[in-house]
């Protein structure tokens, strides 16, 4: 199985998690109300994630600002359709998600995946590591696996095992019920794992039986 490769949010007490949601709602109202300082507020608070999202589907950390970007800003322009009684997180997303699926499909490519959603070109390896080229293929393998996945199902992979959202939020992002997310999260991890199988077995000396293990 695909595993958790993500630097999760620190995790918050309930009555944290109910008082930054009163915040936030506040913060959207005062936006939607034309109040670019709370709107400003949004965007520290859910930039670098947003980005990080986005470059699930390009390779380019550049690229994946600037859509970013042009996701705050069609969110901004689009505030006055938000629902106040839904949560503005996974609405976001599913905007900027949505904006990158069509820049590929405009470019007429398919974007690569990346596993380790971190990774910097100038990063120096990691010491712990006797040699970072095994990490590398390791990664490029499970990029050429991923990049076999369907899509539908491979988009829910992504956000699930790599981005750690919960499959509510998921269905929310994609627009689809949450039985429908759980049944393609389902056949996305077997196919994962069947095509993952296949290319252990032809390269069994650089490949290990599973790439982890999730749960849901």
């Not at 695909?2 to 009555?15: A, G, H, K, W, Y």
């Not at 990774?119 to 499970?142: F, G, T």
């Not at 429908?180 to 077997?190: N, P, Q, V």
């Amino acid at each position: 199985m695909l595993n958790i490769m993500t630097q999760p949010d620190l995790e918050l007490s309930e009555s944290d998690e109910l008082a930054g949601a009163r915040n936030e709602a506040r913060l959207v109202e005062e936006a939607r109300r034309g109040n670019r300082q709370a709107f400003g507020e949004l965007v520290m608070r859910y930039e670098r994630r947003l980005i990080r999202v986005i470059q699930q589907f390009v390779k380019s950390p550049e690229l994946a600002e600037d859509l970013a970007q042009e996701t705050f800003m069609k969110v901004y322009e689009r505030l006055d359709q938000f629902d106040p009684s839904r949560r503005f997180g996974p609405w976001l997303f599913r905007i900027g998600v949505n904006q990158t699926l069509d820049y590929i499909r405009r470019r007429k490519r398919r974007g690569w995946w990346l596993l380790f959603t971190d990774r910097n070109s100038e990063k120096s390896p990691d010491p712990a590591i006797a040699d970072p080229r095994q990490a590398m293929d390791l990664q490029q393998e499970v990029e050429a696996v991923l990049d076999q996945i369907p899509e539908n199902y491979r988009i829910v992979l992504m956000l699930r095992d790599l981005q750690n959202f919960s499959t509510s939020e998921i269905a929310t992002m994609l627009g689809r019920k949450e039985a429908t997310i759980r049944w393609r999260l389902a056949e996305a991890r077997s196919m994962f794992q069947e095509i993952w199988v296949k290319r252990r077995d032809s390269k069994p000396n650089l490949l290990p039986k599973t790439v982890g293990s999730v749960e849901d």
